[in-house]
């Protein structure tokens, strides 16, 4: 990975793009930009070789047919695994975060398809479909607490393995299917479900995972307006009126 010009890569926004979860690609790029670091954003479609010194890919969601292929085609092509075993970074939300990891389901017959075994986790379709605004509360590297607010759009549920750890505990929402735990971390690799872009509403979790791409800390960055904005959506959902 070049650290002097990071690269944020977009994987097959054709296949895992209807949520605009692009969005946390260039929430990531810009907020490098915005401390004059150069960085690169790249978008990967499917047939194109996954370039391998990435130090962010970035995964969104999409409908459950769409996973499959997604999961075909960056097992084929394997730079995604090359590169994370090489230290880089790997956020996927929703679908992206699905198919992350060992197992999910399909359809209404509930086809199950074997994941890309990044995280322990194993997605089964729910009893209900999770649809809502969400507030999660994620703690910090430095035990501080942060809210971390999005929707979220799934039917299908989620569980951990021993393996993998929640992203986040749920205050608002589905998260994972349970209303307990959201999303999970394993190594390097962050899956979660809120849409938003979720890194564009949570600029502290964007910071969080360019500072583990990169391994080291980042300047702050005025977020006044953001802080504002942040606090008027979270006692909007807290008060179910969002
Ligand atoms: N198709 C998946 C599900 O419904 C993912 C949906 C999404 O990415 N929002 O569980």
Same mark, same amino acid.
């Given at each position: ?24 690609? &260039? &929430? ?11 960085? #690169? !954003? ?11 010194? $990435?130090?962010?890919?970035?995964? $969104? $969601? ?6 499959? =292929?997604?999961?075909? #085609? !960056?097992?084929?092509?394997? $730079? ?18 699905? +198919? ?13 398809? #074997? ?17 809502? #605004?969400?507030?999660? *509360?994620?703690?910090? @590297? ?5 809210? +971390? ?8 549920? =989620? ?6 750890? @929640? ?24 899956? =979660?479900?809120?849409?938003? @872009? ?19 800390? !980042?300047?702050?960055?005025? *977020? ?14 807290? =008060?179910?009126?969002?």
């Amino acid at each position: 990975m070049n650290t002097d010009r990071p690269k944020i890569v977009l994987l097959y926004q054709s296949l895992l793009g209807i949520y605009g979860d692009h969005g946390n690609a &260039v &929430v990531l790029t810009k907020r490098l930009q915005w401390r004059g670091i150069d960085a #690169e !954003l790249l978008t990967v479609e499917p047939g194109q070789p996954v370039p391998t010194d $990435g130090a962010v890919y970035l995964l $969104g $969601g999409g409908e459950d047919t769409a996973q499959i =292929t997604a999961v075909q #085609e !960056l097992k084929a092509d394997g $730079g995604l695994f090359t590169a994370l075993d090489d230290g880089a970074m790997l956020f996927a939300v929703c679908a992206g975060y699905q +198919i992350c990891g060992k197992s999910f389901t399909i359809g209404a017959r509930d086809e199950v398809i #074997e994941g890309l075994g990044l995280l322990d986790i194993e997605t089964r379709r729910g009893p209900e479909r999770a649809v809502g #605004e969400v507030l999660h *509360i994620w703690v910090q @590297p430095d035990g501080s607490t942060y809210p +971390i607010t999005g929707f979220e759009n799934h039917g299908g549920w =989620t569980e951990l393995g021993s393996d993998a750890k @929640p992203l986040a505990a749920v205050e608002v929402g589905w998260g994972n299917g349970n209303r307990r735990d959201e999303g999970a971390v394993q190594g390097r690799v962050i899956g =979660t479900y809120p849409h938003g @872009p979720v890194l564009a509403r949570n600029p502290q979790l964007a910071d969080h995972v360019l500072e583990m791409a990169l391994g080291c800390r !980042l300047e702050p960055l005025d *977020i006044s307006e953001m802080t504002a904005l942040r606090q008027r959506r979270i006692e909007a959902v807290r =008060t179910g009126r969002p």
